[in-house]
């Protein structure tokens, strides 16, 4: 098969660097950051993030490969602040996003576990599914399946 071993996608060898930063001669302000052991996940989620910046004129990314591990990150900045510094600040502000839902999904996990198994008071939109003691189409031992008789 041609794909790569699963370890290969997200472990850095010993010589192998998470990022580089290669500085774009033909436009101004503006460079090509190589993030290696990652994919459209993380691409997305700080081209998005550099988007937020009034500063940043173009951010976008590509995947050259499926099969390759890395993407090329590519930032343009009005010149007020240089691009690693956006990519610096949007990565900081991803990490508070991202520490804000943790807290908020805790949260609502731990509202989940103290209501029980049952999950509280149980309504066709909580559970549609059909698995709970009453739904919509039947009674308890039917599942969304059994539309029949």
């Known amino acids: ?20 930063v290669n500085e774009d001669t033909k ?8 993030i290696v052991k990652q994919d459209h996940t993380l691409a997305n989620m700080l081209r998005s993030q550099l988007l937020n910046n009034p500063q940043v004129l ?14 090329l990150l590519r930032i343009q900045t009005d010149g007020t602040i240089t691009p690693e510094i956006a990519l610096e600040q949007a990565c900081t502000q991803l990490l ?3 520490s ?13 576990q103290a209501e029980g198994p049952t999950g509280g008071v149980t309504s066709v939109l909580d559970d549609p599914y059909g698995s709970g003691p009453a739904t919509s189409w ?6 969304y399946l059994d539309f029949a008789g």
Do not use: C
């Open 1 to 20: 098969m041609n794909q790569p071993n699963r370890y290969e996608l997200y472990v850095l060898e010993d010589d192998e660097k998470f990022l580089t």
């Open 27 to 34: 436009v101004p302000n503006a460079v090509t950051v190589k």
């Open 58 to 71: 173009f951010a976008g990314y590509k995947v050259p490969h499926p099969l390759e591990p890395y993407f």
């Open 96 to 98: 508070a996003v991202i």
């Open 100 to 112: 804000v839902l943790k807290a908020k999904f805790e949260t609502q996990f731990s509202y989940k």
């Open 138 to 143: 039947g009674g308890a031992n039917r599942d």
